[in-house]
């Protein structure tokens, strides 16, 4: 999704900032659903993360197994910037 500073302005013709803007940077949330295939080995301990912007798990989240694949869902909830996979 968009990320931009708080308060930030471009010039009219969007190819330059007027503003650079200050924290906290404003994010568009990613939605969706993630499915990753053939996962191999020990998979009894498989988690997801999602991260903050410092990188640190914020919140466990839910997902579900098809056979070897992995699927979950981003929500704009998690307010998250990326996700971790574990096992």
Do not use: C
């Not at 503003?19 to 053939?38: A, D, Q, S």
């Amino acid at each position: 999704g968009n990320a931009m500073n708080t308060v930030m302005e471009t010039v009219p013709s969007g190819n330059r900032l007027k503003n650079p803007g200050k924290e906290p940077v404003l994010v568009e949330p990613m939605v969706g659903t993630v499915r990753i295939l053939g996962l191999r080995g020990d998979l009894s301990k498989l988690a997801v993360w999602a991260l903050n912007a410092s990188g640190e798990r914020v919140k466990k989240i839910d997902f579900s197994r098809d056979n070897k694949d992995l699927v979950f869902e981003m929500k704009a909830e998690y307010q998250a910037l990326n996700y971790e996979v574990t096992r």
